[in-house]
């Protein structure tokens, strides 16, 4: 959610009035201070973040994510939500990006998005039409809809493998897709270079899942 967030902050800040904008600004606050390894804290000041939120539009992909986010009460998910909080409120405050930043972020995405995957309809059809869990990365391509990379699927149309959803979980792909996905596909000195997609069922699973925990808390 704080992803959408920090991709949507122009559309946010004209959606709500004065008054709601500054209220979020002030729970965001309240979150960047909430102290990381208090995860039940973390967790109360989220939640106020995401109550700030339901006045967009529902058609608003931010609100359209409420339903679905929700907040493990751990510390090794608490902590990096409160980083990345100090992180956005950081961008509200700073000065622009340096030129050149955007183009550097667009082409990470297109890079990205042009990874397999697999169609929203394709998704649906492995669940039996019941809605993907939501550890999932999913891209929102405006040409072809929603896109799922296919490396998280065990070949010959299986389920996801357990260990992605964890490790999605651990990264909390499901605030920041675009980062999960980075992650997975770039090469990762932690695991001797390959890109932690091509190690899977190859590398044990707790290797992959301890790359991701040493990433997030930065060992």
């Known amino acids: 959610m704080l992803g959408l967030i920090g991709e949507h902050l122009d559309s946010i800040r004209a959606q709500l009035t004065d008054e709601q904008y500054q209220l979020l600004l002030t729970r965001l606050r309240a979150l960047a201070d909430t102290p990381p390894d208090d995860s039940r ?9 995401r109550l700030c939120l339901v006045p967009l539009p529902f058609d608003h992909p931010v609100r359209e994510a409420l339903d679905s986010v929700r907040l493990a009460g751990t510390a090794t998910v608490s902590r990096p939500v409160v980083l990345r909080t100090r992180d956005l409120l950081a961008r509200l405050t700073a000065d622009p990006p340096p030129p050149g930043t955007a183009a550097i972020i ?5 890079r990205l998005l042009h990874a397999p995957a697999l169609s929203a309809a394709e998704v649906r059809a492995r669940y039996r039409g019941s809605v993907p869990p939501p550890e999932l990365i999913r891209f929102a391509d405006p040409d072809l809809g929603d896109r799922y990379p296919e490396f998280q699927f065990e070949p010959g ?11 999605n979980r651990v990264l909390l792909a499901d605030a920041d897709p675009w980062g999960a996905a980075d992650w997975w596909l770039s ?17 044990p699973d707790r290797e992959l899942v301890g790359a991701a925990v040493a990433l997030v808390e930065g060992d």
């Open 41 to 49: 804290a973390v967790r109360r000041a989220f939640q106020a973040v």
């Open 187 to 203: 090469g990762n000195a932690w695991l001797g270079g390959g890109s932690p997609a091509a190690l899977l069922g190859i590398r």
């Open 157 to 167: 149309g299986g389920a996801p493998y357990e260990v992605v959803l964890e490790v």
């Open 106 to 110: 667009a082409a990470v995405e297109l």
